[in-house]
């Protein structure tokens, strides 16, 4: 007995949950969970359903590419742990809720390497026995610094790239090579403060509240589909420097709270938005 | 065209998702909204499916009959507006947060009346056009007063009754009459402070966050069914009476939440708990 | 015996409090609450001092006024309740809070009156008591009918103006003439999505939070320093419109709060932020 | 020039605030932070100062004992780094946290060891360079027991033990040794749920939030003075299973917060409750 995931979006149409699950029924497999949603505005379904039983993968696809409208889109994912390479600059605390969380088994995931444009984190990945490699960014161009990065990345065949506070941004290039594999945390509220020292900006606008925001990774700058938001209140006690302070935790949770999300699945990217099911 | 909302719970069994759609989709009913949810600790399901389309009750409750497996429980509910009965006694602030939402459309809900064993809140209410009767129990044993109370009520055909911070303990006869039909707003985070006085006990033990409960009324005084719970933090500056005023905001949220839920028929009661769908 | 509040805001230098504790205390007077900030990036000192007693408020600012340094604000404001100006466009969710608050006593105001560019909110005001002024603004431009609109206000002789969702954009010499007198409640988390149809751009941005600001109004749109900001979460199954809903009960606890904060004078205003003690 | 907080307890009476700023100021320190309350249930005093300057201990204290009412409480303490012991079971998170928080400065705190009742995380502890003691109850009785770990503990000169799920309970005699001196992390919303098993009752129940408490131990089980609690919202799709795995991230960080207060002098204990200024 396995455990697979079938992720379906179309157009929507009448009778498609019917179409799905009796394709399953027929294949007797067993429905663990199973989330549908329709867009309204653009008229497009989307399913996810946690199945259990014997799969003869062929048979179903072909069953259920019979039964989709043309242009469906359907994946079965089994449900086997992902792995990932966590890019880092300097911060310890993305970083390290990862590794912990990886440890203890909090997120079903194995983190297959670190890279970093600084060796700070060195020390602390290694206790964890996972390799680091330090590819520093000084003396070289964009291109040619994430051309060193990618050598290194591409040894691993990792299904997401975790930026956990990786503080350089990316070209569309790279960008486009893991289309939709690569998470970030920012750690503003987004669509606020976009761009440099969002906690300095915040500051100086006098918000009561900060925020995280994790999401896919495009070419437009933190404009990407947003996973997973979250806040905390500040006053003004905080200065710049206490809200990065009180922001680490909000962005540790964020970043975990979204990877347990994509790596279990539950993520349909559609358009600029996330559909978590 | 019309909308309907099929409510579904039985044994689980394999293929129950796909016997249930297809019978829809047989009767050409749209599927708007679909959540089911199986208890595996107790081997139950749960399906909340929102129909659209041209509804023949019968045969589509006898189509239901002959799939589902014995004992199955299924009701096909409209989605007309609901009609409240309010229980009252002198707080003003959740009985004026339901009648503004009734007013304004963001409950969509029809307060038949409002009973009280006061007659503080008559005013309020009848700004709202809505008949007040004043039922004191001076001199009245709760029998007594509950009889009373109950010949306001059975004149209003109420699909509900709210207990609006109704500061009366009701007898089982009375509950037992109106079964899973009763909502009350308990002004603490059951199981926490369960019984009179709430936020005394609260500010006595030194709690940092104070709460409130929407619940089912059963006999077993605060320990209904939950609905819905929310919070809010206080700190060492809050005397009991300053927790019961910032609870204010609190309670009457989470009694307006827990009717949206109830009112457009989210709710299934299973044992002494709900699921949400 | 009376209760008076003194806020001072001045440059910092050693010895403040204890200089005006000293004052207090020779006065006589009781410090029921004290708070105090040190804004140490501008070097600037705030305090709020609630103090009851028998005041000589001629002495007592005297003496403070030769210990201060030169340049320091200093007001003794008496605690008894402020009077509101209310305006309004259609919705009706905050002024109803408003009202309903102000009647059951939970907001320590008066409102003088309620102004609305539409009449819809008439029948609303009216069951409390309070006069409701249709102020069209149909054939006029903006100065003339904010001529109009300050016709009315001007016989309240208000402490504040509360735009209980007032959907139209301030002039500059309107917002100079009540300058921080001016409390709005904006219908996201400011400074995300400036401007119209705030719910609107978060829907096609897909932001899993949404949010509300109250904040006086400045000269720049929705610039203006923030008192209260608060959010509630959301996901892909809310359409702009649900957005809008959910976002009622945000956007009128956010406003209650600010104006208690403001009307209890916790609020200073420095720069484009304020100080809440 | 050092930094040292001034922790003043004592009866209220008119001018303290004043008394002890003079005193502060007369010292030619400057006051960094100022927090006061003012229980008027019980007519209590507290103060916290952060003063900076060059200190003479001996003539401040003696100064405030003079000007301060009888009984008073008075404390200078140092704004060094605490030393603490942590006491574990066999799970990870609060643990792994902790040491996380301390390695990379979050936390502003020396490890001095941990001490486990199972060799479950003696590999994490030893990650991080930190001696762990494995003291095995087998075998013991729960005197016995306790005196091994305190014989441990004794070698380190802790200023708190922090319980970090460790999951017996202790004697009054140990209680009593360290007074208002270990910090427990439970994991439920107290009071709601005290003793064994709370994710299996809060499931139980099907309570729609779940909690975590850190205080400060007593004789009492789980009744101890409170310093910090959060909550998560759950609903019907959690086991009791699913609520631990999601209550691990609260219980770290409530945690975490509790002994940041703690570490840094923020916390008052008064009778059976906390007051943080």
């Known amino acids: 007995m396995e455990t697979k995931i079938l992720l379906t979006h179309c157009k929507d149409e009448p009778g498609l949950i019917s179409k799905i699950t009796n394709i399953c029924y027929k294949h007797q497999l067993n429905i663990v969970h199973n989330n549908e949603f329709v867009d309204n505005t ?10 259990n039983g014997y799969f003869n993968d062929q048979t179903l696809i072909a069953d259920l590419d019979q039964a989709l409208p043309d242009g469906a889109k359907r994946q079965l994912v089994s449900s086997s742990r992902k792995r990932i390479v966590v890019l880092v600059t ?19 995931v194995d983190i297959a390497a670190v890279v970093g444009n600084y060796d700070t984190l060195k020390g602390l990945t290694e206790k964890f026995d996972i390799p680091y490699h330090h590819v520093s960014h000084q003396g070289l161009n964009r291109e040619e610094h994430e051309t060193e990065v990618m050598k290194v990345i591409e040894q691993y065949q990792a299904d997401y790239l975790v930026l956990a506070k990786y503080m350089r941004v990316l070209t569309p290039s790279f960008v486009e090579k893991y289309h939709h594999k690569i998470i970030n945390i920012h750690h503003s509220f987004l669509p606020a403060f976009i761009g440099a020292k969002p906690y300095q900006q915040a500051y100086e606008r006098g918000v009561k509240i900060i925020g995280a925001t994790a999401h896919f990774v495009t070419d ?7 996973i997973k938001q979250d806040v905390i209140p500040v006053d003004h006690n905080f200065s710049a420097l206490d809200m990065a302070q009180a922001g680490r935790d909000v962005e540790k949770n964020v970043l975990s709270k979204a990877l347990n999300l994509v790596l279990n699945d539950h993520v349909f990217v559609y358009g600029n938005k996330t559909v978590l099911l």
């Open 90 to 108: 300097k911060e310890a605390h993305c970083l390290g809720d990862i590794l912990m969380k990886a440890y203890d088994g909090t997120l079903n």
């Open 42 to 51: 653009s008229g497009h379904f989307f399913m996810r359903t946690e199945l």
């Open 220 to 226: 437009d700058l933190d404009e990407g589909p947003i």
